[in-house]
């Protein structure tokens, strides 16, 4: 009896702790102001803390690695807590299953993306209040889907990164030789986690240099909550898909992202293209800075003239006299 109460105590201790963090996090996203390192600190440990909840829960349901090899993904759910969980988030994923004014979105995103682990850290996220609904998907990729998603505080974008995909061992490049990585192994689920966590200190970091991008809100596991960037009707266009009106500027203001991040944040993006650019309301905001690492990582320039170079060659299409040498001297003059 002793060792069930204390148990009981450690729990809601955690979840208050995990509140307030929660809390604090909600705060240091805001991109109107920079976060101190406090707030920096408490991002930290809010991560650490969500791996140690996660292996807790883990535990306890018993979740197998080679889950997603079985000939019946979905066996887990006739299991009486997860139908129970499911039951309960179920109205809430209509966007994704595609049911109702949903229906035209295709069910196979929700086969694809949501296996046991997604769900779970769905359903974790939706009990802390950081996501409300699932409502459609805004883009797939390789390594991830983002989906429309509706919050207490209003429209977000949900990105989540596949659990069962091997194609995030061909990222490690952008993982080792990042000091703030060090130690990993490397099963591939941990290296989702990595990476998700990876993305959201990148983004961070960006803002709180005051580069325009989506604001993070929220982690968990494979599972990234942050800013929508579109409209009602759909996500914004990718730079690729519009006519600018003035592409001279939105090339020098690109070029000076480019600039702030490596000199300021210390970082450079890794994949910077035209279709890591979303056209919103008129001004670019970059995308997509899983990638990005430190000054310190082995390929960084490596990285950075890479990036440089495709800003180069999209200016050169839109008429533009850029040339790489000076586009470089004005990245690196500081």
Known sequence: MEIARRRKARR?????????????????????????????AREAEYAELAEEMWDEDESKQSLHSDMDQQTDNWTWMKEKKFSRMFKEIEHRLEGVLGVGKFEWVDRRVFDQ??????????????????IETLDWPIARGKEAHVFHATTPNGEAAVKIFHTSNAVFKGLMQYIE???????????????????????????????????????????????????YIGTDEGPSPRLRDVDVPDPQSVYNELLDWLR????????????????????????????????????????????????VTRLVEWAKRQGIEAELADAMAHVLEG
């Not at 997604?118 to 009990?127: E, P, R």
């Not at 993305?199 to 494979?222: I, S, V």
């Not at 210390?266 to 919103?280: G, I, K, P, Q, T």
């Not at 670019?284 to 000054?295: A, C, E, F, L, Y």
């Open 113 to 130: 993306v949501f296996d046991q682990r997604t769900l779970l850290a769905v359903y974790k996220l939706m009990q802390q209040g950081h």
């Open 177 to 227: 030789g990042d000091p703030r990585f060090g130690g990993l192994r490397r099963r591939h689920h941990e290296l989702v986690n990595i990476w998700v966590r990876k993305e959201h200190r990148n983004m961070m970091r960006m803002a709180k240099h005051g580069l325009q991008l989506p604001t993070p809100h929220a982690l968990f596991r494979n599972v990234l909550v942050m800013d």
């Open 12 to 40: 809601e201790g955690e979840s208050r702790e995990w509140t307030d963090i929660s809390e604090s996090m909600g705060e240091a996203a805001n991109l109107e102001s920079d976060p101190t390192e406090a707030e920096l």
């Open 260 to 307: 702030i991040c490596w000199n300021d944040a210390e970082l450079v993006h890794a994949d910077f293209s035209e279709y890591n650019v979303l056209w919103h309301h008129g001004e670019p905001r970059v995308i997509d800075v899983g990638q990005s690492v430190t000054k310190q990582h082995p390929h960084a320039d490596e990285f950075l003239v890479r990036d």
